[in-house]
């Protein structure tokens, strides 16, 4: 990693501020998919006439807009068998305080996620792995192809069969804008592809040329495969901002700004943040740095992409100080060292609660909402529970 090239105050000064001010919670929308939809039959469903369950454009992203600035398209290939027993049934969800969903109720969340997390311009396709030809078209021009649950026999050989033509075709005709990986699929990988890294066949430059995009592919492969091990919306919806992000020639606000240092960046913009700290804030890091608990903070947050906005709460939570807030005031909002530039989301747009437990919202009630309960955090809508 490139953090370890720069011994000194570099890895502990860059993890902290560019989320501390700016958390707000997810916010879901209910209606998400348009007349597109999966049927069933018998415990089993399949695509209506249209290829896919499309996740439809939210209304206050302009449609003109959303197809002109589209980073690609995703497609969540799931069992072909969906019913309520144990073993169709997703661990996304696990952790909430309702039962499991099923693996098409969990797509459909994911899905939800992807469009929000990308301001709709990222399309989402649902399909099951029953194998006609629609299912598998979608399956082959999706930029990203995400299958989980996928344990039976046949859709098994589904699976292997879309990601070997997937793997030829971007063997003969590469495109940076492709990743594919199988989720809860058993213990095999089935080898993930992402960018112009192939986990089953490996470029020399992917270990030796850690400036290389083959590097930078196989290090989000293996962030991408421990975000989707968390097993929740949030983190899975990250992963696919950080690959669309890398590689598909433009940028998502939700994660294009990085105060981590990386080899992405390249040693002139990391070289140029580094004299912008030390120049702009050099008191404040030096007071954070000698203290215990901030800079515990700063090297559990080292240790961290704080892109993940998640996880960075929660670890800034364990440590808040005055240090630590004077520290991420000057980096962040006063001199604004990484040009951050991001706007708020637009998406989703939902409209504000009125009413909670029989009696009208006031600014105490909301308060007492987002803070939640100490004694039951199953109704608390702070990070560290809501995520």
């Known amino acids: 990693?490139?953090?370890?090239?720069?011994?000194?105050?570099?890895?502990?000064?860059?993890?902290?501020?560019?989320?501390?001010?700016?958390?707000?919670?997810?916010?879901?929308?209910?209606?998400?998919?348009?007349?597109?939809?999966?049927?069933?039959?018998?415990g089993h469903y399949h695509l209506s006439s249209s290829l896919s369950s499309t996740l439809s454009s939210h209304p206050t992203v302009p449609e003109a807009f959303a197809e002109e600035n589209k980073l690609g398209s995703v497609t969540l290939l799931i069992p072909s068998t969906n019913d309520d027993t144990t073993v169709y049934k997703s661990k996304f969800g696990a952790k909430s305080p309702v039962s499991r969903p099923t693996y098409l109720s969990a797509a459909e969340q994911l899905a939800r996620k992807i469009s929000h997390f990308s301001d709709g311009r990222i399309s989402?396709?649902?399909?099951?792995?029953?194998?006609?030809?629609?299912?598998?078209?979608?399956?082959?021009?999706?930029?990203?192809l995400i299958a989980f649950g996928l344990t039976s026999p046949a859709d098994i050989r589904f699976l292997s069969e879309i990601f070997r033509e997937r793997r030829t075709k971007q063997a003969f005709s590469p495109?940076?804008?492709?990743?594919?990986?199988?989720?809860?699929?058993?213990?095999?990988?089935?080898?993930?592809?992402?960018?112009?890294?192939?986990?089953?066949?490996?470029?020399?430059?992917?270990?030796?040329?850690?400036?290389?995009?083959?590097?930078?592919?196989?290090?989000?492969?293996?962030?991408?495969?421990?975000?989707?091990?968390?097993?929740t919306s949030d983190e899975f919806a990250l992963a696919l901002m950080l690959f669309?992000?890398?590689?598909?020639?433009?940028?998502?606000?939700?994660?294009?700004?990085?105060?981590?240092?990386?080899?992405?960046k390249g040693i002139v913009q990391n070289a140029k943040e580094i004299f912008a700290m030390i120049t702009k804030c050099g008191p404040c890091i030096a007071k954070c740095l000698s203290d215990d608990n901030c800079s515990q903070c700063i090297k559990a947050?080292?240790?961290?992409?704080?892109?993940?906005?998640?996880?960075?709460?929660?670890?800034?939570?364990?440590?808040?100080?005055?240090?630590?807030?004077?520290?991420?005031?000057?980096?962040?909002?006063?001199?604004?060292?990484?040009e951050c530039k991001a706007e708020i989301p637009t998406l989703p747009k939902v409209k504000p609660l009125s009413t909670f437990r029989g009696r009208d919202v006031t600014t105490e009630t909301a308060r007492?909402?987002?803070?939640?309960?100490?004694?039951?955090?199953?109704?608390?809508?702070?990070?560290?529970?809501?995520?």
């Open 1 to 42: 990693m490139m953090k370890t090239l720069i011994s000194w105050s570099l890895p502990y000064i860059l993890v902290l501020t560019k989320r501390t001010s700016s958390f707000s919670p997810i916010r879901l929308e209910p209606r998400i998919f348009s007349n597109k939809s999966l049927q069933s039959n018998r």
């Open 124 to 144: 989402t396709n649902v399909v099951s792995a029953s194998g006609n030809d629609d299912e598998k078209e979608t399956c082959l021009k999706a930029n990203a």
């Open 175 to 231: 495109t940076p804008n492709t990743c594919q990986f199988a989720v809860e699929c058993g213990t095999h990988t089935y080898a993930p592809i992402v960018g112009p890294y192939d986990e089953a066949n490996p470029s020399i430059f992917a270990t030796l040329a850690p400036w290389s995009d083959e590097a930078s592919g196989k290090r989000l492969a293996e962030q991408m495969n421990d975000l989707f091990k968390k097993q």
């Open 244 to 264: 669309f992000n890398r590689f598909s020639g433009d940028n998502v606000p939700w994660v294009q700004h990085s105060i981590d240092v990386t080899w992405e």
């Open 301 to 338: 947050l080292d240790k961290i992409d704080t892109r993940d906005q998640v996880t960075s709460y929660r670890t800034i939570v364990s440590f808040e100080s005055e240090l630590l807030r004077d520290f991420s005031l000057c980096i962040l909002q006063k001199n604004n060292i990484f």
């Open 368 to 387: 007492g909402i987002i803070i939640g309960h100490l004694a039951d955090t199953k109704e608390s809508l702070e990070v560290g529970t809501f995520a």
